[in-house]
Structures are given as structure tokens and as C-alpha cells.
């Protein structure tokens, strides 16, 4: 009886102590990472940054640009939470015994309206800094942004059907 009172008790320690193994170390705001990884949280504009000052453009055009990207965060945000918003309604619509289909329809166009802002405000944004910076900053972009692709695409291996030629 003491035997198995002993392994009971060794085997709930062992499953206690198991979630707290599991716990996220130290420095972190638990949250998981992104496709920057754990240790560098937001490091996607950092990359952008980085970008901009190898290919030459200067430090008030750099802030210029910053800020502009920081209100289009904002407003993608917004825009975020206003589609999650109609997922939400829409979910409790299907829950319905009987769904109304105009409803559904409305939601769903809403939502691709609302996407389809989202899509043209990133590639206005784009536009409006290529187009500002000077011809020699937009090729060392271009060529950065192609080096960048490609070291991806050697990490990632090729896509199925793709010829190695491709990649190049």
C-alpha cells in the first residue's frame, strides 16, 4: 500500500511540475513569435528600417516614411477589429436554426470590402515610397529586396514544381 501511495505521489509531482517546465522564459510578454521569432518581436519594420538605410535613403525621409507606416498600422488595426467584429456576427447568424442568407451575404460583402481597403491602402503605401525615393535608392531597394528573397528561398528549398532555375 505505501508503494503505491509513493508512485501516486511521485507521479502527481511529475505531471505538476510538467506545466511549469512549459512556461515561457523570462523577458517574454507571452506572446508567441512571429515569423521573426520568439526573441525579436516586431522586428518586421526593423527589417524594412534596415532596408532603407542600405539602400541610401536618408534619416528624415526614413522618419517621414516611419510615421506614415505607423497610421496605416493604426488604421489597419481598426480595420481588424471591424472585420472580427462581422466574423462575429456572422457566426452567431449561422448559429441561427434558420440563417438568413441576405444577412450573410451583407456580412461576408462587408468584410470584403473592408479587406479589399485594407489591400489597396498597403499598395498605395508602397507606391507613394517607391515613387519618392530617387531612381538609384529604388534599384538598391529592389536588388536588397530580391538578395533578401532569395536567401529566404534557399532556406525554405524549392516549391513543389518549380524548377531549380527559378529560384535563381
Given at each position: 500500500?505505501?508503494?503505491?501511495i509513493?508512485?501516486?505521489?511521485v507521479?502527481?509531482?511529475?505531471l ?6 512549459a512556461?515561457?522564459g523570462?523577458?517574454?510578454k507571452?506572446?508567441?513569435g512571429?515569423p521573426?521569432g520568439?526573441?525579436r518581436?516586431g522586428m518586421h519594420?526593423?527589417?524594412?528600417e534596415?532596408l532603407?538605410?542600405?539602400a541610401g ?17 493604426k488604421?489597419?488595426?481598426?480595420i481588424n ?15 441561427k436554426k434558420?440563417?438568413s442568407?441576405?444577412?450573410?451575404k451583407?456580412?461576408?460583402l ?9 489591400f ?6 508602397k507606391?507613394?515610397?517607391?515613387l ?9 531597394l529592389?536588388?536588397?529586396g530580391?538578395?533578401?528573397r ?16 527559378e529560384?535563381?
Amino acid at each position: 500500500m505505501k508503494k503505491v501511495i509513493k508512485t501516486f505521489a511521485v507521479v502527481t509531482l511529475i505531471l505538476c511540475a510538467v506545466p511549469l517546465m512549459a512556461q515561457r522564459g523570462p523577458g517574454r510578454k507571452g506572446k508567441h513569435g512571429g515569423p521573426e521569432g520568439p526573441e525579436r518581436p516586431g522586428m518586421h519594420g526593423v527589417m524594412h528600417e534596415m532596408l532603407l538605410e542600405e539602400a541610401g535613403v536618408p534619416e528624415a525621409k526614413r522618419e517621414e516614411i516611419r510615421k506614415k507606416s505607423h497610421e496605416i498600422h493604426k488604421q489597419m488595426m481598426e480595420i481588424n477589429f471591424e472585420i472580427r467584429e462581422l466574423r462575429l456576427k456572422s457566426k452567431k447568424e449561422y448559429e441561427k436554426k434558420k440563417p438568413s442568407e441576405k444577412a450573410l451575404k451583407d456580412l461576408n460583402l462587408k468584410i470584403a470590402e473592408l479587406r479589399k481597403k485594407q489591400f489597396l491602402m498597403m499598395g498605395n503605401f508602397k507606391i507613394e515610397v517607391h515613387l519618392s525615393l530617387t531612381p538609384e535608392q529604388r534599384e538598391k531597394l529592389l536588388e536588397l529586396g530580391k538578395r533578401n528573397r532569395q536567401k529566404f528561398m534557399n532556406r525554405m528549398g524549392p516549391h513543389p514544381g518549380m524548377e531549380p532555375d527559378e529560384m535563381d
